[in-house]
């Protein structure tokens, strides 16, 4: 008998011919199905994202990293709809009678531009970390930058962001990581790495594919385990050679009872087999000070490399060596206080020469005086405020501007130090993110301009990155982490809440100049 080959072996040609057909028909119902709603901003047309729109019986619609909407609501599809239209640090124009928004009328398979004005000098990128990144851009069925679009690493949010360039590629590590099958994720770091620009990765412009180290449920796993209970963080990530002059990465780590209360502390070493953190020493905790801390900085004072560690600001350093690094003994503060002194505000030792003038310079077995520390010590008449090296002030109104988190690099392009930080005030950690500049790390730091605002929600830790920086410096770009926490805002921003979003700041932009010394 004559041998009949199956019928999927005979007609592949025309199964290949009737998938592609079925995926295009699919493609198309999903743009037939939705009005596509594009917010763009209108100095650069790119779409925005965290762009609220919200009808008049309260439905919310957020935009996802394309500024897209893909609306299609039950009722509302056909007719007139007015969304009000706000976003943070962007505002929609007012109509006749205050509102912030616009009617539209959905109709499936239309669309609608938007334009919106950004009050942000930055610019508002995308979302890094979590689920439904490109939600809607996927609805209807369009490209998205990124491979993993809608969840990656089973990541619905995580913590604030340590970046460092290791062995050819961007690594990445944040806090606490929630996960969708429980309230409660994992609590001992999270790690990816990424491409280098130039070297097969994405336009930092355009998004981040970030490829997470997962445990065997695809969850992203616990980069910094312990056995002691606690929720484990690390920053001060450092690059020294070992014995052998092999390159390793160092951190801090803390072990925390809470966010307040810190139960061990010191530092931990990345194995590179493993692909985890391993604890290397322990510190004591009555020496919080003497360890890596923030996002390092590595100096050269024509004698030693050193490593600086701006909280925010850069009072204490080390050398860049195991030996010193490892020795709390060995940190140094940038204090204006006298040799050997601790910190007393009732009773500080001020450091002078003969003639009257203040000695702020890098003291061992010293503690460090930033900028609470200096504003007691001007409270209390032991130093002027023209001697202060850490009395940071808008540029508009010269009211204080009291940092908290921040990142401090060299800038090419301005030939200074740069400052990206966050404000605080009294216990609240605020949305506000400023810029700053000095000559040197540690000042004097003068005069600040807001770049990022927040309408009553929290952004913090923002981190600059310097390996994305483009023409030569002159645009930078950061993250932070956008979360209700410490804000008072009992709602949470679907999504996009207690994740990370980046931001391009051109320093360029002429409200950017900032006098670098007080008037007296």
């Given at each position: 008998?004559?041998?009949i080959n199956p019928p999927i072996l005979t007609h592949l040609p025309l199964m290949a011919l009737l998938t592609a057909i079925l995926l295009a028909s699919a493609t198309s119902a999903a743009q037939n199905k939705y009005f596509q709603i594009t917010v763009v901003d209108e100095q650069t047309g790119r779409g925005v994202p965290l762009v609220e729109l919200e009808t008049v019986n309260n439905i919310r619609y957020y935009s996802d990293s394309n500024g897209?909407?893909?609306?299609?609501?039950?009722?509302?599809?056909?007719?007139?709809?007015?969304?009000?239209?706000?976003?943070?640090?962007?505002?929609?124009?007012?109509?006749?009678?205050?509102?912030?928004?616009?009617?539209?009328?959905?109709?499936?398979?239309?669309?609608?531009?938007?334009?919106?004005?950004?009050?942000?000098?930055?610019?508002?990128?995308?979302?890094?970390?979590?689920?439904?990144?490109?939600?809607?851009?996927?609805?209807?069925?369009?490209?998205?930058?990124?491979q993993n679009p809608l969840l990656n690493g089973q990541v619905l949010g995580q913590d604030s962001v340590q970046s460092i360039l290791y062995r050819q590629k961007l690594y990445w590590f944040w806090g606490d990581t929630n996960t969708p099958g429980y309230p409660l994720g994992q609590f001992a770091m999270s790690g990816a790495t990424s491409l280098l620009p130039g070297k097969g990765a994405l336009d930092p412009a355009l998004g981040v594919d970030l490829?997470?180290?997962?445990?065997?449920?695809?969850?992203?796993?616990?980069?910094?385990?312990?056995?002691?209970?606690?929720?484990?963080?690390?920053?001060?990530?450092?690059?020294?050679?070992?014995?052998?002059?092999?390159?390793?990465?160092?951190?801090?780590?803390?072990?925390?009872?809470?966010?307040?209360?810190?139960?061990?502390?010191?530092?931990?070493?990345?194995?590179?087999?493993?692909?985890?953190?391993?604890?290397?020493?322990?510190?004591?905790?009555?020496?919080?000070?003497?360890?890596?801390?923030?996002?390092?900085?590595?100096?050269?004072?024509?004698?030693?490399?050193?490593?600086?560690?701006?909280?925010?600001?850069?009072?204490?350093?080390?050398?860049?060596?195991?030996?010193?690094?490892?020795?709390?003994?060995?940190?140094?503060?940038?204090?204006?206080?006298?040799?050997?002194?601790?910190?007393?505000?009732?009773?500080?030792?001020?450091?002078?020469?003969?003639?009257?003038?203040?000695?702020?310079?890098?003291?061992?077995?010293?503690?460090?005086?930033?900028?609470?520390?200096?504003?007691?010590?001007?409270?209390?008449?032991?130093?002027?405020?023209?001697?202060?090296?850490?009395?940071?002030?808008?540029?508009?109104?010269?009211?204080?501007?009291?940092?908290?988190?921040?990142?401090?690099?060299?800038?090419?392009?301005?030939?200074?130090?740069?400052?990206?930080?966050?404000?605080?005030?009294?216990?609240?950690?605020?949305?506000?993110?400023?810029?700053?500049?000095?000559?040197?790390?540690?000042?004097?730091?003068?005069?600040?301009?807001?770049?990022?605002?927040?309408?009553?929600?929290?952004?913090?830790?923002?981190?600059?990155?310097?390996?994305?920086?483009?023409?030569?410096?002159?645009?930078?770009?950061?993250?932070?982490?956008?979360?209700?926490?410490?804000?008072?805002?009992?709602?949470?921003?679907?999504?996009?809440?207690?994740?990370?979003?980046?931001?391009?700041?051109?320093?360029?932009?002429?409200?950017?100049?900032?006098?670098?010394?007080?008037?007296?």
């Amino acid at each position: 008998m004559p041998k009949i080959n199956p019928p999927i072996l005979t007609h592949l040609p025309l199964m290949a011919l009737l998938t592609a057909i079925l995926l295009a028909s699919a493609t198309s119902a999903a743009q037939n199905k939705y009005f596509q709603i594009t917010v763009v901003d209108e100095q650069t047309g790119r779409g925005v994202p965290l762009v609220e729109l919200e009808t008049v019986n309260n439905i919310r619609y957020y935009s996802d990293s394309n500024g897209i909407i893909a609306f299609d609501e039950p009722g509302l599809m056909n007719q007139d709809v007015f969304f009000n239209i706000r976003s943070h640090g962007y505002e929609f124009p007012k109509d006749g009678f205050g509102f912030h928004g616009t009617r539209l009328h959905p109709l499936p398979g239309a669309s609608a531009q938007l334009k919106i004005k950004r009050i942000n000098i930055a610019q508002r990128l995308y979302r890094i970390t979590g689920h439904g990144i490109y939600a809607d851009t996927v609805r209807l069925g369009l490209r998205t930058p990124t491979q993993n679009p809608l969840l990656n690493g089973q990541v619905l949010g995580q913590d604030s962001v340590q970046s460092i360039l290791y062995r050819q590629k961007l690594y990445w590590f944040w806090g606490d990581t929630n996960t969708p099958g429980y309230p409660l994720g994992q609590f001992a770091m999270s790690g990816a790495t990424s491409l280098l620009p130039g070297k097969g990765a994405l336009d930092p412009a355009l998004g981040v594919d970030l490829t997470y180290f997962v445990d065997q449920n695809g969850f992203s796993r616990k980069m910094a385990p312990m056995k002691a209970d606690g929720p484990v963080w690390i920053d001060g990530l450092l690059l020294i050679p070992d014995d052998t002059a092999q390159e390793r990465l160092l951190a801090h780590y803390s072990r925390m009872k809470n966010l307040a209360t810190m139960l061990e502390h010191g530092l931990m070493l990345f194995n590179d087999q493993t692909q985890t953190f391993d604890k290397y020493k322990e510190f004591d905790l009555a020496q919080q000070w003497r360890c890596p801390r923030g996002h390092p900085i590595r100096v050269n004072d024509n004698a030693h490399d050193f490593f600086l560690f701006p909280t925010p600001y850069p009072t204490v350093r080390v050398k860049a060596h195991i030996n010193s690094i490892t020795d709390p003994a060995s940190y140094e503060a940038f204090t204006c206080l006298t040799p050997g002194s601790k910190y007393d505000k009732h009773n500080p030792h001020v450091d002078r020469t003969p003639d009257g003038r203040l000695v702020y310079a890098w003291k061992p077995n010293t503690d460090p005086t930033a900028q609470k520390e200096e504003r007691e010590l001007i409270a209390a008449d032991k130093i002027t405020p023209a001697e202060a090296h850490f009395q940071l002030r808008d540029i508009d109104t010269n009211k204080e501007v009291d940092m908290h988190g921040a990142s401090v690099y060299w800038n090419q392009y301005r030939k200074r130090w740069i400052m990206i930080g966050v404000q605080i005030m009294g216990s609240s950690v605020l949305g506000e993110v400023w810029f700053a500049e000095a000559d040197s790390p540690t000042g004097p730091w003068t005069f600040a301009r807001k770049i990022v605002t927040h309408d009553k929600y929290t952004f913090y830790n923002p981190k600059q990155h310097p390996f994305f920086d483009q023409d030569a410096g002159r645009v930078i770009f950061f993250e932070g982490t956008y979360c209700n926490t410490f804000s008072g805002n009992p709602f949470q921003t679907p999504r996009y809440d207690y994740n990370q979003i980046m931001y391009r700041l051109d320093l360029d932009d002429p409200r950017l100049g900032l006098p670098l010394k007080r008037d007296k």
